[in-house]
């Protein structure tokens, strides 16, 4: 009898054990998964939501997730209609993302990239406020390279050309949004 209560103690402090390594070993999954999660893919996980984007001194920019791509997020206003589009490396503080992710399909093509966003702009010729490093710039996007984009400025925010305006070579880098207006 004392040697069955003897076993039945060991084969519990087996178990209990066995159950602590397991969820040491789930958490660490857990872990690791996190860390390969981007800004992009909880930007994906928030579609649909509301969020504020902190993207320069005291510029935000809010709106609810539209469209989310390797490089930037596209913002929607109260009506539906995008609002703004913002490149993820120029986002310092995301306030309203929820805990959750989707990470990017495994697809054949890749998401369309930042230059394909804004040439997109450029054809459809809206005029935007250009939120930049070196501050605001109103106009048109002319033209998008691999790394610049050429803005046809409207100094007065007429949606025509006005003297005063002029043709501005702007780095990508150097871009923190995109307005729409």
């Given at each position: 009898?004392?040697?069955?209560?003897?076993?039945?103690?060991?084969?519990?402090?087996?178990a209990h054990q066995e159950e602590q390594e397991v969820r040491a070993v789930s958490e660490d999954l857990a872990r690791a998964e996190q860390a390969q999660l981007t800004l992009a893919d909880r930007l994906r996980g928030a579609q649909g939501r509301a969020v504020v984007l902190h993207v320069g001194d005291g510029l935000r920019v809010d709106g609810t997730v539209e469209e989310v791509g390797a490089d930037w997020v596209?913002?929607?206003?109260?009506?539906?209609a995008?609002?703004?589009?913002v490149p993820l490396p120029a986002i310092?503080?995301?306030?309203g993302l929820p805990a959750r992710a989707r990470p990017a399909?495994?697809?054949?093509?890749?998401?369309?990239g930042l230059g394909s966003v804004l040439r997109g702009i450029a054809?459809?010729?809206?005029?935007?406020?250009l939120e930049t490093a070196a501050g605001a710039l109103n106009g048109r996007i002319a033209s998008v390279?691999?790394?610049a984009l050429e803005v046809r400025t409207l100094p007065t925010g007429e949606p025509t050309p006005v003297p005063g305006s002029a043709r501005?070579?702007?780095?990508?880098?150097?871009?923190?949004?995109?307005?729409?207006?």
């Open positions: 009898m004392r040697f069955e209560r003897i076993f039945d103690d060991l084969e519990g402090q087996f596209a913002l929607a206003g109260e009506s539906g995008r609002r703004a589009v310092a503080v995301v306030e399909e495994e697809a054949l093509r890749s998401p369309r054809r459809d010729r809206s005029v935007v406020r390279g691999a790394d501005i070579t702007l780095t990508v880098s150097a871009l923190r949004a995109v307005l729409l207006r």
